[in-house]
């Protein structure tokens, strides 16, 4: 049923893969994304996703999502930095923590060490945000390994 008063209730969500096809980033030592993350280019206006054939030569970055697994879950974010339209997948991830307490994880951006927060999308400078998107972890077809999920991303609703 169409809702008016819900502004994007037509953005269609994109299957990305398997969860298993995502190697978990926090078992490697210096939580460098690329190349063991994966990049879609996903049309605003509909259309269905395309994977990114070479991820360190990302081209147009203004339509893909970075997709990747970190301490066993699955996260989507903008490849493009918001700051300087360097592309994230060469990057690190870190995590962001007060007095030795994990507060949310962060992606560094290496061409200018501008930081975000991979949940709100914040930075640690500046006025600049991230776009996160939205995961869900779904139940694979039928025939499929029972443990796994499959992985759907869309763009993040606006409320209000």
């Known amino acids: 049923m169409f809702n008016p008063f819900r502004r994007n209730a037509g953005v269609a969500w ?3 893969g398997l969860a298993s096809e995502l190697p978990d980033l926090h078992d490697d030592e210096g939580y460098r994304i690329a190349p ?4 879609f280019n996903i049309p605003k206006e ?3 996703s395309e994977p990114v054939e070479d991820i360190d030569m990302p081209g147009d970055m203004k339509d893909q999502v970075l997709v990747f ?3 066993g879950k699955v996260h989507a974010v903008d490849h493009q930095c918001p700051h300087s339209a360097f592309p994230l997948s060469q990057g690190n991830l870190f995590d ?3 007095f030795g307490i994990t507060l949310s994880t962060g992606i560094m951006c290496p061409k ?3 930081s975000f927060d991979i949940i709100t999308g914040k930075a640690d400078r500046g006025t600049y945000k991230l776009k996160v ?5 779904r139940d694979p077809p039928a025939g499929a390994e029972d443990d796994d999920k499959e992985v759907w991303v869309r763009r993040k609703q606006r409320i209000g």
Not at 36 to 39: E, F, G, I, L, W
Not at 133 to 137: K, S, T
């Open 133 to 137: 998107w939205e995961v869900q972890l």
């Open 14 to 16: 994109q299957r990305i």
């Open 36 to 39: 063991r993350c994966k990049a």
């Open 112 to 114: 200018h060490d501008w």
């Open 96 to 98: 962001i923590e007060d």
């Open 69 to 71: 697994k970190y301490k």
């Open 46 to 48: 509909g259309g269905s």
